[in-house]
Nanobody, 121 residues
């Protein structure tokens, strides 16, 4: 499975971005999809995850109410809508796929290459 993340960029404080993560190689049926982020000098941080059916979603407290994850299984794609962005959201954002209900990066099987999000103040 290959995951291709895209949609990052430079945005001002309070702005919005929409990230996409397209999967290829096989269907991700039954996989949880998640977004993580990693700022310079910091560990990779869980952001949000969604079940295959989309009926259960979990957000980190730091993004709750501002970010929204969704998935289109027909397109094998997951999205991350990011609103009210803050400078502290600046990081490389990674999508991941796994079969465990977890926030631990090590337990996700497949990873995208990352897309840079920079929020200027």
């Amino acid at each position: 499975v290959q995951l291709q993340a895209s949609g990052g960029g430079l945005v001002q404080d309070g702005g919005s971005l929409r990230l996409s993560c397209a999967a290829s190689g096989r269907t991700l049926s039954g996989y949880y999809m998640a977004w993580f982020r990693q700022a310079p000098g910091k560990e990779r941080e869980f952001v949000t995850r969604i079940t295959w059916s989309g009926d259960r979603i979990y957000y980190a407290d730091s993004v709750k109410g501002r970010f929204a994850i969704s998935r289109d299984n027909a397109k094998n794609t997951v999205y991350l809508q990011m609103n009210s962005l803050k400078p502290e959201d600046t990081a490389v954002y990674y999508c991941a796929a796994g079969r465990s209900i977890t926030t631990a990066p090590a337990l996700y099987t497949y990873w995208g290459q990352g897309t840079q999000v920079t929020v200027s103040s």
